[in-house]
């Protein structure tokens, strides 16, 4: 559906909203931040950078519609859809660490054709299409091949809104760290994700998360040679607000301790 110089100038664009993020760092205050409700917090930083892709994804591919975080515009319906994470990590990102990025998917007839995620501090650009592989900086990645969970590093992120599965989530926790090379909290999921496609974790797992957090990461790591299911096992994570994302062998150990408790 995109040409490649479309994916180029989209690029580009996501690299430059990066950009203006990095620059507004240690300008932001706490008198600039407002909370959409628990633990869930926005600045202007955000709307600003939703704001300045939804124009430039306007001018480069016209017509289609959008799914994004901090709703700065209204356009739904269309078969093909832009879902948008500005600034993913906002918490890190107000209290000065390194770990946020932009989240950009093209989603066409509910199948995720195309997918970016820009690591702002570290101008890591991650970058797949459906059926092309991934890639990062324009190299290709792949995910780990290791076998055994025991030998894996496995991300995850804490419940900080809801709290109605903590009990559950707790004690998977504690149940997994016995089993595992260790477990860690990056807070942005869209980070866990391609570094779970490049290999350096061996698997993702995260319950409440939505359509924007993981939709670019999603695909990234399916193309980097990983599995992506809900905590049933089903594709429908991005419905099911729930994700498993590692490579094959490790999906089908993770998955199975995960029952457990859910």
Known sequence: ?????????????I????????SQAARVSERDVTSKDLNSFVSYVDREAEKRLVRGL????????????EETVARSGESARWIIDPLDGTTNFLHGLPAYAVSVALEVDRELLF????????RDMYFAHKGGGAQMNGRPIQISETKKLQDSL???GFPYTDFTHQDAYM??????????RGLRRWGSAAIDLVFTAAGQFQGFYELGLSAWDVAGGALILTEAGGLVTDFSGSAQFIEQRQIIAAPPAIHQQLHAEIELFF
């Open 1 to 13: 559906m995109l040409t490649t110089a479309q994916t180029e100038k989209i690029t580009d664009l």
């Open 15 to 22: 690299r430059s909203t990066g950009e203006y993020i990095q």
């Open 58 to 69: 306007d001018r480069i591919q016209p017509g289609c519609g959008y799914w994004t975080e």
């Open 115 to 122: 997918g970016w995620v820009y690591h702002v501090p570290a």
């Open 154 to 156: 496995i991300a995850t």
């Open 171 to 180: 004690n998977l926790l504690a149940h997994l760290m016995p089993k595992t």
